[in-house]
Antibody, heavy 120, light 109 residues
Framework: QVQLQESGPGLVKPSQTLSLTCTVSGGSISSGGYYWSWIRQLPGKGLEWIGY???????FYNPSLKSRVTISVDTSKNQVSLRLRSVTAADTAVYYC????????????WGQGTLVTVSS | QTVVTQEPSLTVSPGGTVTLTCASSTGAVTSGYYPNWFQQKPGQAPRPLIYSTTNKHSWTPARFSGSLLGGKAALTLSGVQPEDEAEYYCLLYYGGAWVFGGGTKLTVL
């Protein structure tokens, strides 16, 4: 059973960098076949796709966030990381990581999400 | 900017049938957009239901089905149960980028 677990600071100051980690268990990132994605949900709002990375390193980002986002993979730790620079209060959200099968573009497993608040 | 549109809210009676749709601002939705559907209940992470237009995950109840309908992706619930009350989101693939719909709040009443 694949499980994804997000972790990181729950509070980030404005203008700083938000850094989150998604630890994958029950399956190896380096075995291939999947995109590893980050999605967020602003308070009381809908879902927003942030970006994804393939284990080969290829990545794609939401154009509206592209200038501030980096997603990376650490296959030795079986982790996917998200960095969002220059955050503001508008980046306060629940952040989810999710797995997507690359052939069928099928999102199957999600983490439970982690709330990040941007405030001084 | 690409916009994916869903009905903001729908109401259905228990045992009834309801269809939620997902439209793209770029034109007709086809299988090449790999429509995915998710169910989200308050305080929970989204739960994947449908992928690649019509395919169910192993945990997806049989009463949920996906299709293309009139140029849109569609999610049909047949024999609605009270526990189906939730927010439903579609997700479309645009050759690299993913875009979520705004969500449909389904009330079972």
């Amino acid at each position: 059973q694949v499980q994804l677990q997000e972790s990181g600071p729950g509070l980030v100051k404005p203008s700083q960098t938000l850094s989150l980690t998604c630890t994958v268990s029950g399956g190896s990132i380096s075995s291939g076949g999947y995109y590893w994605s980050w999605i967020r949900q602003l308070p009381g709002k809908g879902l927003e796709w942030i970006g994804y990375i393939h284990y080969t390193g290829s990545s794609f980002y939401n154009p509206s966030l592209k200038s501030r986002v980096t997603i990376s993979v650490d296959t030795s730790k079986n982790q996917v990381s998200l960095r969002l620079r220059s955050v503001t209060a508008a980046d306060t959200a629940v952040y989810y990581c999710a797995r997507v099968m690359d052939t069928a573009m099928a999102s199957d497993y999600w983490g439970q999400g982690t709330l990040v608040t941007v405030s001084s | 900017q690409t916009v994916v549109t869903q009905e903001p809210s729908l109401t259905v009676s228990p045992g009834g049938t309801v269809t939620l749709t997902c439209a793209s601002s770029t034109g007709a939705v086809t299988s090449g957009y790999y429509p995915n559907w998710f169910q989200q209940k308050p305080g929970q992470a989204p739960r994947p239901l449908i992928y690649s237009t019509t395919n169910k995950h192993s945990w997806t109840p049989a009463r949920f089905s996906g299709s293309l309908l009139g140029g849109k992706a569609a999610l049909t619930l047949s024999g609605v149960q009270p526990e189906d009350e939730a927010e439903y989101y579609c997700l479309l693939y645009y050759g690299g980028a993913w875009v979520f719909g705004g969500g449909t709040k389904l009330t079972v009443l």
